[in-house]
């Protein structure tokens, strides 16, 4: 091997887990066809789920070119109207090229999501709702619209040193897990993702509360969903929160929801993240769900995410 040659990479299970691995010694300056195979291999060996370790923090183009290894970057939610955001009036003739010219006009990068109690620039503490620190709900990223994004990096920059652990939750693990009627009931019914509140419980900007999950705004999903890119189903719920099953009435509705929720995020299919500053995880939403531990509102957490541009859901077939 020449100086100038990259490093082989090394990949390790993950601690505690059934699914996911970490991989040192990438250079994310400099991402090889042959790091990019290896990323790969890793990510179908290990289920969706993949930890990068770097001993330093990485720059939004870092990140950036980590993210395009996994797919077309997609805007951040609740920057681009109608991504997470509703339209302020007035805003309805903005195409999304004027509303990015915008976004870099001010300085803000539309690809990067800013998660935590600090200030994006300066790292000073910001003011931050209490439900903040509290527990995130599970859940799989955007899954609101139609398209939702496959792959999310969330890139810890600032930690606490205990609390706000990430925990994860394989899908593919509990479809495989569900009885026979359960899966035939479950494959032939459509679940409303909800898109009026972020993971913490705070509404996204310009969202107010539904009357009733029915009439919540969001968008139909199949429950069972098939990845074609691995053959896996996987069970795809989004959040709880204001879920309905379409076409059900609401009691029957809540009732299915509570009895796949319960099945869905039992303890063996999951796995907890402990951070370390300077690491990238990066989860397939099609086959994850996951959600924040609470952490003490003095202490100081920080994270960058970005996310990949996805595919219509495909329903799995009876
Ligand atoms: O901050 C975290 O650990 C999780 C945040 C989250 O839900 C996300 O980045 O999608
Ligand atoms: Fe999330």
């Known amino acids: 091997m020449t100086a100038t040659a990259a490093a082989t990479l090394s990949v390790q299970p993950l601690e505690n887990a059934q699914f996911g691995a970490e ?9 090889t066809a042959e790091n990019k195979q290896t990323i790969w291999d890793t990510y179908r060996d290990r289920h969706g789920l993949i930890c990068f370790s770097f001993d330093r923090l990485l720059d939004a183009d870092e990140l950036h070119a980590l993210t395009s290894v996994f797919g077309e970057n997609e805007y951040a939610p609740g920057i681009i109207n109608g991504l997470g955001k509703a339209t302020p009036k007035g805003e309805e003739h903005l195409t999304v090229d004027e509303q990015v010219t915008k976004l870099r006009a ?6 990067l999501a800013y998660i935590g ?9 910001q003011n931050t709702p209490g439900k903040f620190f509290g527990e995130w709900e599970w859940h799989t990223d955007m899954s609101y619209v139609e398209v ?3 792959f999310s990096l969330l890139h810890a920059r600032v930690i606490p040193e205990d609390g706000g652990d990430t925990g994860f939750c394989s899908q593919v693990m509990a ?23 972020g993971s913490s419980g705070i509404p996204r900007p310009g969202m107010t509360a539904p009357a009733s999950p029915v009439e919540a705004i969001g968008y139909p999903h199949p429950i069972l969903r098939k990845i074609p890119s691995t053959g896996d189903e996987a069970i795809f719920l989004g959040r709880r929160t204001n879920g309905y099953v379409m076409g059900l009435p609401l ?6 929801l509570d009895e796949l929720w319960a099945h869905s995020t039992q303890p063996q299919f999951c796995y907890q993240h402990k951070w370390q500053v300077g690491q990238v995880v990066v989860w397939d939403n099609r086959m994850m769900l996951h959600m924040r531990a609470p952490f003490d509102e003095t202490k100081a957490r920080f994270m960058w995410r970005t996310q990949t541009k996805g595919e219509a859901v495909v329903p799995a077939t009876a």
Request: no cysteine; charged share 30%.
């Open 175 to 197: 479809a495989k897990a569900l009885s026979p009627a359960m899966r035939a009931r479950a494959q032939s019914l459509k679940v409303k993702h909800d898109s009026t509140y």
């Open 251 to 256: 009691d029957e509705s809540e009732a299915l």
């Open 148 to 150: 939702p994004p496959t």
């Open 23 to 31: 991989i040192r010694g990438l250079n994310p300056a400099n991402i």
């Open 106 to 111: 001010g300085g803000r990068d539309p690809y």
């Open 117 to 125: 109690n600090l200030d994006p620039k300066t790292l000073e503490k």
